[in-house]
């Protein structure tokens, strides 16, 4: 008998958010799933570590654990304490909000799949359009996806970022490749003062836009479509490092 992939659940919208279940529903179709998320959101988290303060668990039911960490926190504690390294791909999300362009720099969504990366785990993140409702059409799309990952594999330090539209129908047509976009943020701060007079601060702005430029991961969404990225750990400028060699350092 065949043995079933191991595949560990994370995301960074916690253990109520509205895409696991489906996601859930979807890999324990192709394999034997464990679930390792944070205990309530932790959106925009980045690649934070939990170091200062000691990590509490608490088993939801059978293989689902809520974790007082961050997304990183997670994927990590998933792969090294619970499943001791026996794990063949880690899937995040189903992100409520999408993770384009510079999204990715402070996603929890993606941060899980990039600690995955480091630990040498094949690993997906996937992120759907804040109005979606459905993420089951999404979860289907990532099953065939994942099913790939497992066969053929993934570069070593690659993970792969996946966006959706909303969508209406059963299913998405093909993904496609696309190279990160851009993305606009709001520079306000806003200040407000509470009862007692005193000062606080959101910096939150208004509803981040994109530039839909062709061939970028917002490009293929703003067209219907579902963006597939393959994202690197070596973030490094080689042309700037090439140009370095001529400062004066």
Known sequence: MKKRPRILVCNDDGIHGPGLPALIAAMRRIGTVTV??????????????????????????????????SPADCARFGILEILKNKVDLVVSGINRGYNLGEDV????????????????????????????????????????????VLVKGLPKGVCLNVNFPARAGKTYKPGV????????????????????????????????????????????????????????????DTDMLQALSSWRL
């Open 105 to 148: 720099i402070y996603s929890g969504t993606v941060a899980a799949a990039m600690e995955a990366t480091l630990l040498k785990v094949s690993a997906i993140a996937l992120s759907m359009d804040p109005d979606g409702k459905d993420y089951r059409p999404a979860a289907a799309f990532a099953q065939r996806l994942a099913r790939q």
């Open 36 to 69: 390792s998320v944070p205990d309530h959101e932790r959106s925009a988290d980045s690649h934070s570590l939990t170091l200062h303060k000691p990590i509490r668990i608490r088993k939801q039911s059978e293989g689902v654990y809520a974790l007082n960490g």
């Open 177 to 236: 490749p696309a190279k990160l976009g851009r993305r606009i943020y709001g520079t306000d701060v806003t200040r407000r003062s509470d009862p007692r007079g005193l000062e606080y601060y959101w910096l939150a702005g208004r509803h981040v836009t994109g530039v839909d430029e062709p061939g970028t991961d917002v490009g293929v969404v703003s067209k219907g479509l579902v963006s597939v990225t393959p994202l690197k750990i070596d973030s490094t």
